[in-house]
């Protein structure tokens, strides 16, 4: 039933798919671009990806979509915030980008009468979340930088700090992430090749990591 995940970190592999069915744990599949749960939605327990692809997405009063993450690692945990939230539905969605497995553990299964298990989920928990608050105040800092140069700049060397690899996300899904629009995203990496400053090929970038630094 389950996926390696930090979640289930010190729960012992023989006893944890009987231990999660007796909490109420279950598998669910979802088709492409099917929705797990929708903006707006209250939460009802926290999801594991096990396979597949799925994006949170957050869509703004005028319709326009900002994707602010997105989950391909098997074992990742998301929707867990708004699981210890009272009376707070989803400010985001989250979708099936491509068919998708999910794990979805009721908020009971965290209530500490369950006894020893709740309590291990409960510390796992604290420790993801500690974990997302990081990758958050990253993201404020780049959503917070001053021109689309310095969101590229702050992204790519987050992604690739030695100057070199694949990033995740292609030029719609990177303009989604960093909240501008594609035509200016790719006005300005052209920009910003002609100038030497970075090379790309597809997802493939390469740049010189030091002389980034200097346009922050």
Same mark, same amino acid.
């Given at each position: ?5 930090? @979640?289930? %970190? ?8 009987? /231990? /999660? ?6 598998? %669910? +599949? ?7 749960? +929708? ?45 210890? @939230? ?16 999910? /794990? ?8 500490? %009468? ?84 970075? %090379? ?15 346009? /922050?």
């Amino acid at each position: 039933m389950t996926a390696d995940s930090m @979640l289930f %970190r010190g729960i012992d592999d023989s006893k944890r798919e009987r /231990l /999660l069915r007796e909490l109420g744990a279950e598998r %669910r +599949h979802y088709a492409a671009d099917s929705y797990i749960f +929708h903006q707006e939605e209250e939460s009802a327990g926290v999801y594991i990806l096990l396979a597949g692809s799925v994006e949170v997405e957050r869509i703004s009063a005028s319709g326009r979509r900002q994707m602010i993450n997105r989950f391909t690692e098997p074992g990742t945990v998301f929707g867990e915030v708004y699981t210890f @939230l009272e009376d707070h539905p989803y400010d985001f969605g989250c979708v099936s980008r491509k068919e998708s497995e999910v /794990l979805f553990l009721p908020k009971t299964a965290f209530d500490r %009468r369950n006894g020893e298990i709740a309590d291990r989920l409960v510390r796992n928990m604290l420790a993801i979340m500690s974990q997302k608050a990081y990758f958050l105040n990253l993201k404020m800092l780049v959503h917070s930088a001053g021109s689309i140069r310095k969101k590229i700049i702050l992204y790519v060397l987050y992604e690739n700090p030695e100057g070199e690899g694949m990033l995740p996300l292609n030029r719609e899904e990177l303009a989604a992430y960093l909240a501008v629009p594609r035509p200016s995203l790719s006005r300005e990496l052209g920009k910003m090749q002609r100038e030497g400053l970075i %090379r790309t090929e597809g997802k493939y970038v390469r740049f010189d990591p030091e002389v980034l630094e200097e346009f /922050l």
